[in-house]
């Protein structure tokens, strides 16, 4: 029974809707199997033809959508949960540079407690919007043409993840932008960000040098032209964590045999 490359990359990224609990090498195994417990690499290999050296465009593709699907699986079970993104140094998100003076004065006049809460509720906003960018992320997988799967095998060693910026990025951050913004309001970001504004508005207020930093922090209030745009900065600093974990993902793939779990990405990254 022969399988259709194209049909084996649908599936791949049709399993990235699933919940983070149902793999997509799962949903292979139960959908190309029909039930049967050998091997998903073992069928992939047995239902695909031709050697390494001339690996046809749709395999190439149905490859490199294989690598994606498995990057962003990956990226969102690690950094989707509590603490994904605040306990992790590599993705966790900092205090804007528009608030680091603000929240410098709030800490040092004991308002330290105003400066960690609002930093945690970003990171959690992040971690519960994160799961998701699947369906959003697996739609740009899907679109992916031969002509760009054989560009990105020869390029660098984040090819794949570039080729998500630029199709893509605009794209996925106005869709993503107004689950940020629902995650950003159940976490409280917003909320805390006001308290934090409003103690630094209050200790600077009282300073001697308090009236032009005090002019900004009532800019950074009042929503006008110096204001902060709170959920494009924790959307843009989500999509920049999806984005590394993607990229370490797609390296592991090409340079690491033993990250190569299926017998379709050997072939394909092999070569």
Not at 113 to 135: C, I, L, W
Not at 200 to 210: E, N, R, T
């Amino acid at each position: 029974m022969k399988f259709h490359p194209r049909l084996i990359g649908g599936l791949l990224c049709a399993a990235l809707t699933l919940p983070a609990t149902a793999g997509f090498q799962d949903m292979l195994k139960g959908a190309i199997g029909g039930g049967n417990s050998g091997n998903v690499g073992d069928m992939l290999g047995n239902a695909l033809s031709g050697g390494a050296k001339n690996l046809p465009g749709s395999e190439v593709a149905a490859g490199l959508k294989e690598a994606l699907a498995k990057g962003v699986e990956n990226a969102i079970n690690s950094l989707g949960k509590p603490n994904g993104f605040l306990g992790n140094q590599l993705v966790r998100i900092g205090m804007p540079d528009s608030l680091k003076t603000v929240a410098s004065i709030a800490s040092k006049a004991g308002g330290k407690q105003y400066v960690d809460g609002f930093v945690s509720s970003m990171n959690h906003a992040a971690e519960q919007a994160t799961p998701k960018a699947a369906r959003i992320l697996g739609d740009a997988i899907r679109e992916m043409s031969v002509d760009d799967a054989m560009s990105i095998l020869k390029g660098p060693d984040d090819a794949a993840t570039q080729y998500f910026r630029k199709k893509s990025g605009k794209r996925l951050e106005q869709r993503f932008m107004p689950i940020v913004k629902q995650a950003t309001d159940k976490a409280g970001a917003t909320s805390a960000y006001k308290k934090l504004l409003s103690q630094g508005k209050g200790l600077l207020g009282d300073s001697a040098g308090g009236g032009l930093l005090g002019g900004a922090v009532n800019g950074l209030l009042g929503g006008g032209s110096g204001s902060l745009d709170l959920d494009k900065y924790i959307t843009d600093k989500t999509l920049d964590g999806l984005y590394k974990y993607i990229a370490m993902e797609e390296k592991q793939i090409r340079s690491n045999p033993l990250a190569r779990s299926s017998d379709l990405l050997k072939k394909v990254f092999g070569n």
